[in-house]
C-alpha cells in the first residue's frame, strides 16, 4: 500500500469512528453501555472469525496482542457508558487526548522524555478542554470523567497496538483484540442484566460500529502503521473529533456555539503541535 492510499484509508476510518459518536449516543436510549458493547464487538468476532484462523495462532501472538484486546475493552468500556452523560463533541474531544498522553506514558515506562513541543501542544489541548467543559456554565459530568479515564486507556492501547505490529500480522492482532473485547464484554453485560430494547436506531448503529468502526477501521489502523509515520497518524486522528462534533451538531444533539468552536479549534491545535515534534526530531 503506497503512502498516499494509506492516508485515504485512514481518513475513511477516522470520518467512520467521527459519526459513531453521535451513533452510539442515540442507541443507548434503548439498550445499556456495556450491553452495546457485547453486541458490537460480539458481531465484530462473528466477521472476524473465518479470516483469524485460530489454529495457527502462537502463545506469541496471544502475549502481544491480548493487552491490545484488554485496552480496548477498557478504552471502549468507559467511552460509551461516558456517552449516556456527555456530549457527542466533548466524548470526541477528551478522547482525542489520547494522542497526547502517549509520550507521557512512554516516558513513564523508561523510553524518551516527552519535549518542549509536545508539553507546549499539551497546555494548549488543555486551554481547549477547559472551553469545551467550562465547569462554571456547564458542571462537568461523570461522563466526562469516564471519557478521561478512556482516553488513558486508548493511550496505552496505542502503545500496546505498536509493539504488536511489528512482530504479529497486521490481520492477526486485530481479529485477537476484538474477540479478546468481545469475551471480556460478553460477561460485563450481564451486570446490566442485558438492558435492551431492539429499536431501528439501536440495529442500524450496532451493525455500523461493528462492521465499519470495528472490523474495517481497526483493520485500517493496523495496516497503515505499517506504511505511515506516527506523526502522519496522529495528524489524520486529530480530526475525527471535528467529524463528530460537526455530525452532532448537524443532529441537532447540542448546539453549535464559540466555546465549542473557540475548544475544539484549540484541542485539534494541541495535538497537531505535539505531533510536529517528532517531524522536527527526525530531520
Known amino acids: ?48 472469525l473465518p479470516a483469524l484462523r485460530l489454529g495457527h495462532v502462537t502463545r506469541r501472538d496471544l502475549w502481544l496482542s491480548l493487552p491490545c484486546g484488554a485496552t480496548l475493552f477498557a478504552g471502549y468500556a468507559l467511552q460509551t457508558a461516558g456517552l449516556a452523560t456527555t456530549t457527542p463533541s466533548r466524548s470526541a474531544f477528551i478522547t482525542a487526548l489520547s494522542v497526547l498522553l502517549v509520550p507521557l506514558l512512554e516516558s513513564l515506562g523508561g523510553g524518551c522524555r516527552p519535549t518542549r513541543w509536545q508539553w507546549s501542544g499539551a497546555m494548549v489541548a488543555l486551554v481547549g478542554l477547559a472551553l469545551l467543559l467550562r465547569p462554571a456554565a456547564t458542571p462537568v459530568s461523570l461522563g466526562d470523567a469516564l471519557t478521561g479515564g478512556c482516553a488513558i486507556a486508548f493511550a496505552l492501547h496505542i502503545l500496546t497496538l505498536q509493539r504488536a505490529v511489528r512482530t504479529v500480522g497486521a490481520a492477526r492482532v486485530n481479529g485477537i483484540q476484538i474477540l479478546c473485547t468481545a469475551v471480556l464484554a460478553l460477561p460485563a453485560a450481564g451486570f ?71 475548544g475544539g479549534i484549540l484541542v485539534v491545535a494541541g495535538v497537531l503541535l505535539a505531533t510536529a515534534s517528532r517531524t522536527h526530531s527526525h530531520r
Open 1 to 48: 500500500m503506497s503512502s498516499g492510499r494509506a492516508i485515504l484509508v485512514l481518513v475513511a476510518a477516522t470520518v467512520v469512528w467521527g459519526s459513531t459518536f453521535s451513533m452510539v449516543k442515540g442507541a443507548l436510549a434503548a439498550t445499556g453501555p456495556l450491553t452495546f458493547l457485547a453486541l458490537r464487538f460480539g458481531l465484530a468476532t462473528v466477521l472476524v
Open 192 to 262: 446490566e442484566g442485558w438492558s435492551l430494547r431492539w429499536t431501528t436506531q439501536l440495529l442500524v448503529a450496532v451493525v455500523v460500529c461493528a462492521g465499519l468502526a470495528t472490523v474495517f477501521a481497526f483493520w485500517a489502523m493496523t495496516t497503515v502503521q505499517r506504511v505511515l509515520s506516527g506523526t502522519q497518524t496522529a495528524v489524520v486522528l486529530a480530526f475525527e473529533p471535528v467529524a463528530a462534533a460537526v455530525l452532532s451538531v448537524a443532529l441537532g444533539q447540542e448546539a453549535l456555539s464559540a466555546a465549542l468552536v473557540a
